[in-house]
């Protein structure tokens, strides 16, 4: 479950274990601070540039679109436009049970 807002959110596929979603951030717009238990998070960024950055170990990429990451589990990460400008990605989530654990903490 989530608890933030953002302009869209699309599901493409989700079966037990996997999901493939399209999320559109306007701008100010952001996924806030969190880690999934199982899953690995795959972005590839649509309409960018795209922010993703990481704690432990601390990191930054910077997508432009058609370029990609992936954030594994345990992770803690934070997904914005670079600015906080609009931007639209692909996620795709798996192989697991997906959770959203939120984590405290500015960016």
Known sequence: MTDYEIQARETVAEVPGLRVRMLTLAQGQ??????????????????????????APRAEFILQPGESCAVP???????????????????????????????GGER
């Open 30 to 55: 952001c996924v806030p601070w969190h880690y999934h238990s199982e899953i690995t998070d795959t972005f590839f960024c649509m309409q960018g540039p795209l922010r993703v950055e990481t704690r």
């Open 73 to 103: 589990p345990m992770t803690a990460h934070y997904v914005s436009g670079v600015d906080h400008m609009p931007a639209k990605f692909m996620i795709v989530q798996g192989e697991g049970t997906y959770d959203y654990v939120p984590v």
